[in-house]
C-alpha cells in the first residue's frame, strides 16, 4: 500500500506545489478553450491556430529551459516559469481579439513546456534512489487536482457567464502563482559541475533522440480518451452520451490507485522497454474493442467502450511508467534538464498532431482508421526495446572511452 504523503520534506513540497499547480491546470483544461470561444467570442479556428502556434514554441523552450536549469540552478528557474505562467495566464482576461489572445497564450504555453523540464533536476535531486517512482506519485497526485480543477471548472461553465469564465481564468493564475510560492520552501539544488565537451549533447545523443520520437508517437494515446473517444461515442455508436465524462472518470481513478504501483517494477531500462513494448499490445487491443462498439445497442457499446479504456488505462501506466525510467536513467546527472527537455519534445509533437491525426483516421476514417493507429501504437512499442539496448551499449562504451583519454593523459 502506497504512502499517502512522500517520505521527506522536499519531496512534500514538491507534491504541495504540484497538486495546487494541476488544480489550477485542471480548470483551464476544462474550460480554457471555451473562455475564449464563448466569453471573449473568437472563432474556434483562430483558437486552434493560437494554440499550434504556441504549441510549437513550447517545444524549443523546454530544451533551453532544462539547460538553464542545469547550469543555473533548477529552483529558480523553475520559478520564474511558474511566475511567467501566473502573469500571462492573469493576462488572458485583457486577450479581446486574436493577437493579444496569441501573445498571452505562447507566454503561458511557453512557460508550461519550460518548466516541465526546469522541474525534472529537482524531481532527480529529491527524488530519493528511485527519482521515477516519485514521478510516478506525482502524476497520481496531478490526477487529483486536475480532477479537483475540473469539477470547479464545471461551476463556470454551467453558469456560463463573461464574469464566471473570467473568475476561472483568475483561479488559474492564482494557482500558478502559489505553486511559485510554495516552491520557495524547497531547499536550493547547486548546479552540477559542467563536463567537457559539446554544450547541447542530448540532441547529439542519436539513441535518446529515436525515443523521443518513439514516445511522442506513444503520447499520441493521451488523446485517444479526451478528443477521439468522445467523438466517436457521440457520433458513431448508440452509446449514452454522459459516458464520456463516465471514461475520464475511470481512467482518472485508476491512474491514481495504479500509477505509483505499475511503476515501482519497472526499474531499470531493460524493464521500462518491456513495459513500452506492452504499453503497445494494450493499445491495439483497446483500440479494436472501440472499433466493435459501432452498429451495437447502446448498452452493448457501452459495455465494449468502458472495457477499451480499462485496457487502454493499463497501457496508458505501462507507458508512463516505461518514460519516466528511460528518461531520467539514460540521461547523464549533469543534463537532467537538458535531456528530460529533449525527452518532452515527443510529448509536445503529440499535442500538437495527436488530435488532427486521430480525427482523420478513426473518426472520418471510422473504423479501420483504430486498427492503423493500433497497430502504429504497437510498432513504436515494438521499436523502444530495440532503441534502449542500443542507447544502453552506447552508454557502456562512455567509461570505457574515458578510461583510455585518462591512461593516455600526461601525469
Known amino acids: 500500500m502506497p504512502h499517502l504523503l512522500p517520505d521527506t520534506r522536499p519531496q512534500r513540497i514538491l507534491a504541495a506545489s504540484n497538486f495546487v499547480y494541476t488544480v489550477g491546470s485542471g480548470l483551464y483544461l476544462t474550460a480554457g478553450v471555451l473562455y475564449f470561444t464563448q466569453a471573449v467570442h473568437l472563432p474556434a479556428g483562430q483558437v486552434g491556430l493560437g494554440l499550434a502556434i504556441a504549441g510549437t514554441i513550447a517545444l524549443a523552450a523546454g530544451v533551453a ?171 458513431r455508436t448508440e452509446a449514452p452520451h454522459w459516458l464520456i465524462s463516465g471514461t475520464m472518470l475511470l481512467n482518472t481513478l485508476l491512474v491514481i490507485g495504479f500509477q505509483i504501483r505499475a511503476s515501482r517494477n519497472i526499474n531499470t531500462p531493460t524493464a521500462g522497454a518491456t513495459a513500452y513494448r506492452r504499453s503497445g499490445v494494450a493499445f491495439l487491443m483497446a483500440c479494436a474493442l472501440i472499433s466493435m462498439s459501432a452498429g451495437l445497442p447502446g448498452w452493448a457499446a457501452a459495455a465494449l467502450i468502458l472495457a477499451a479504456v480499462i485496457v487502454h488505462t493499463i497501457g496508458e501506466l505501462w507507458h508512463s511508467a516505461a518514460g519516466f525510467e528511460v528518461s531520467f536513467a539514460l540521461a547523464p546527472q549533469h543534463a537532467t534538464g537538458q535531456y528530460l527537455g529533449v525527452f518532452g519534445l515527443g510529448a509536445g509533437l503529440a499535442e500538437a498532431v495527436g488530435p488532427a491525426l486521430l480525427i482523420s483516421l478513426c473518426i472520418t476514417w471510422g473504423r479501420p482508421g483504430w486498427y492503423v493507429v493500433g497497430a502504429i501504437f504497437l510498432l513504436a512499442g515494438l521499436a523502444a526495446p530495440l532503441t534502449v539496448s542500443w542507447a544502453q551499449r552506447l552508454q557502456s562504451q562512455v567509461p570505457a572511452r574515458n578510461d583510455v583519454e585518462n591512461q593516455a593523459a600526461p601525469t
Open 65 to 235: 529551459a532544462g539547460h538553464l536549469a542545469d547550469r543555473h540552478g533548477a529552483r529558480g528557474v523553475y520559478v520564474v516559469t511558474l511566475t511567467i505562467q501566473a502573469v500571462a495566464t492573469a493576462a488572458f482576461v485583457l486577450a479581446d481579439s486574436f493577437w493579444p489572445f496569441v501573445i498571452a497564450v505562447c507566454a503561458a504555453t511557453g512557460a508550461k513546456g519550460a518548466g516541465l523540464a526546469a522541474r525534472s533536476p529537482l524531481i532527480r535531486h529529491h527524488g530519493g534512489e528511485r527519482p521515477q517512482e516519485f514521478r510516478a506519485y506525482l502524476r497520481a497526485v496531478s490526477n487529483i487536482g486536475i480532477s479537483l480543477g475540473a469539477v470547479l471548472a464545471g461551476w463556470a461553465v454551467q453558469v456560463g457567464t463573461h464574469t464566471s469564465y473570467q473568475l476561472l481564468v483568475i483561479g488559474n493564475a492564482i494557482a500558478f502563482a502559489a505553486s511559485a510560492a510554495v516552491m520557495f520552501l524547497l531547499p536550493k539544488v547547486a548546479p552540477v559541475p559542467v563536463e567537457k565537451g559539446p554544450r547541447w549533447i542530448a540532441l547529439r545523443d542519436r539513441p535518446y533522440l529515436v525515443l523521443t520520437v518513439l514516445d511522442g508517437v506513444m503520447a499520441i494515446q493521451f488523446k485517444v480518451l479526451t478528443v477521439a473517444i468522445p467523438l466517436w461515442l457521440v457520433t
